[in-house]
């Protein structure tokens, strides 16, 4: 008999890999529960409560130890002196989920789940705040330190900053998935890649809107 613990954590599994391939609305519950191995059409209702329950459990999943590991690179580069440099920050934001990817084989579908995902997502809910908080501190002192920028658009560039690391890593997530490398670059050189082009996006100067 399939415990209640290893079923959740079946379907957790599962969900990551479908709400990745095909996104929230090309997934029913009944497909997740189905590809888990759970009998019960209503198994992801009765664990989680529905889909808003489930998206949460995978997000949780994993980004607890992504969060964890971004307090710890915070608290690294304030103790270096550099806790409000635009550089550290984006590394702050690009090199705790990188790492975690590097590690995590070719069955990682996270940061696809994340690029697909976390549009639809309230990324400030009270449900996520136990493992989004490093996060919310880096988007935070981003915003306040592109100080050239006027603040409504230093939050616009750091939120479409985020979304490009993401799908820069959900990119090379997939390929690997595949079998297929990268043309161009290897794992640590796209996420250099991607760290640089960040800065440069952000430290752009700013053009007025008519």
Known sequence: MTSSGSAKDA?????ERM?????????????????A??????????????????LLEVFRRRMKEINRSRRQFLDDIDADGRGHDVRALVE???????DYLRTSGTESYYAQFIARVSPMVDMGSPDLEAVSDASRAVSARLIAALDHLPRRAAAA??????????SGLAMYEQLRA??????????????AHLVDMSVGALEAPFTPQP
């Open 11 to 15: 379907m957790i599994e599962v969900a």
């Open 157 to 166: 560039r750091t939120a479409l900053m985020l979304n490009m690391a993401v």
């Open 19 to 35: 709400f990745a391939e095909k996104g929230i609305d090309g997934v029913s519950m009944r497909d997740v529960a189905s590809a």
């Open 178 to 191: 595949h079998g297929k490398a990268m043309e161009s670059a290897n794992f640590d050189e796209t996420v």
């Open 37 to 54: 191995g759970q009998k019960n059409n209503s198994a992801v209702q009765y664990h989680f409560g529905g889909r808003d329950g489930l």
């Open 92 to 98: 702050a934001v690009v090199l705790p989920l990188a």
